[in-house]
């Protein structure tokens, strides 16, 4: 019910900031939950960031905490990534995802949509 396409990827410099955007369409996400995955080659799809619907909840993964914030904007229907302090261990390719029953772990199997993810490649 919810179509996700991911922008603002592509090749950073080590240190700077990129923010990705999310914008959904088919149904708005009002009350579902969203987060960011990543996955590098050869590795597990990992959870980055989450935000619960009412925006007022987030959590992130031990190795973006302090350097990632994630926002959504309801009445665009995007979710944002603001990604700094940019490192090599960043590089993967970033996708959206949409809960639509606002669960509360982090796997990927609670969240129902899907974006085809943007790649962010960070170099030295």
């Known amino acids: 019910q919810v179509q996700l396409v991911e922008s603002g990827g592509g090749l950073v410099q080590a240190g700077g900031s990129l923010r990705l955007s999310c914008a959904a369409s088919g149904r708005k996400f009002t009350y579902y939950r969203m987060a960011w995955f990543r996955q590098a080659p050869g590795k597990e799809r990992e959870f980055v960031a989450g935000?619960?619907?009412?925006?007022?909840?987030?959590d992130y993964a031990e190795s973006v905490k302090g350097r990632f914030i994630i926002s959504r904007d309801d009445a665009k229907n995007v979710v944002y990534l603001q990604m700094n302090s940019l490192n090599s261990e960043d590089t993967a390719v970033y996708y959206c995802?949409?809960?639509?029953?606002?669960?509360?772990?982090?796997?990927?199997?609670?969240?129902?949509?899907w974006g085809q993810g943007t790649q962010v490649t960070v170099s030295s």
């Open positions: 935000i619960r619907w009412n925006g007022e909840t987030t």
């Open positions: 995802a949409a809960d639509s029953s606002d669960n509360v772990g982090t796997n990927r199997v609670e969240f129902d949509y």
